[in-house]
């Protein structure tokens, strides 16, 4: 079945350090795939997305390119900040806007 | 600050009770979820509702009742509950069922069971 495989974490980086998360994924079909963040005591918030492939989303300094090639969609940005701390979602959807989530990977930015 | 809107943030419920999470939204979208999101864990689904109907039932059990009384507005209603339904409840919703659509998420309501 669909899946979505992310790296383990905690990530602990210094300020101004370059953050990659991978993220790998199974499914049938042509999904869209999803980063979305959730900081401490808050819902998820959508990062970035796209929806096929070679697509590359950017938010906030934030990108990813959906290579279907390598079924992956890495989320990487050049300089974390201490505001990056939070959790990060790899996601996909299937077939009715259902979404398969990874299990999230904490960051923390320290100055 | 987020467009869908969940009420209470937490709430304390013993296990006899018999309360309701409230959700709404003002997007115009079609599509509701309920998930249930535990400590360190990704959200997981519920609920899905498309247009005011009920699509989706992750076989949750039936101590939890959802309700979408129209388009902007989804119920949870929750009666005999137990220990682990202690969690984060979230609602979210899309423009529809359309693939490709990013799911916008409220902050939760954090639920506990004594």
């Known amino acids: 079945g669909d899946s979505v495989t992310q790296m383990e974490g905690p990530v602990t980086l210094s300020e101004e350090a370059f953050l990659t998360i991978n993220c790998t994924y199974t499914?049938?079909?042509?999904?869209?795939l999803f980063w979305y963040v959730q900081y401490p005591g808050e819902g998820l918030q959508l990062l970035l997305k796209?929806?096929?492939?070679?697509d590359k989303g950017s938010n906030k300094g934030f990108e990813a390119t959906y290579r279907k090639e390598t079924t992956s969609f890495h989320l990487e940005k050049g300089s974390v900040q201490v505001s990056d701390s939070a959790v990060y979602f790899c996601?996909?959807?299937?077939?009715?806007?259902?979404?398969?989530f990874g299990t999230g990977t904490s960051l923390t930015v320290i100055p | 600050d987020t467009e869908v809107t969940q009420t209470p943030k937490h709430l304390v419920m013993g296990m006899t009770n018999k309360k309701s999470l409230k959700c709404e939204q003002h997007?115009?979208?079609?599509?509701m979820y309920w998930y249930k999101q535990k400590a360190k864990k990704p959200p997981e689904l519920m609920f899905v509702?498309?247009?005011?109907?009920?699509?989706i039932n992750e076989s949750v059990p039936s101590r939890f009742s959802p309700e979408c009384p129209n388009s902007s507005l989804l119920n949870l209603h929750l009666h005999a509950l137990q220990p682990e339904d202690s969690a984060l409840y979230l609602c979210?919703?899309?423009?529809?069922?359309?693939?490709?659509?990013?799911?916008?998420f409220g902050d939760g309501t954090r639920l506990s069971i004594l």
């Open positions: 979210a919703s899309s423009r529809d069922r359309q693939g490709g659509q990013p799911q916008h």
């Open positions: 499914a049938t079909g042509y999904p869209s």
């Open positions: 796209a929806t096929k492939a070679d």
């Open positions: 996601a996909l959807d299937t077939t009715g806007n259902q979404f398969y």
């Open positions: 997007m115009g979208h079609r599509a």
């Open positions: 509702y498309s247009y005011e109907k009920l699509s």
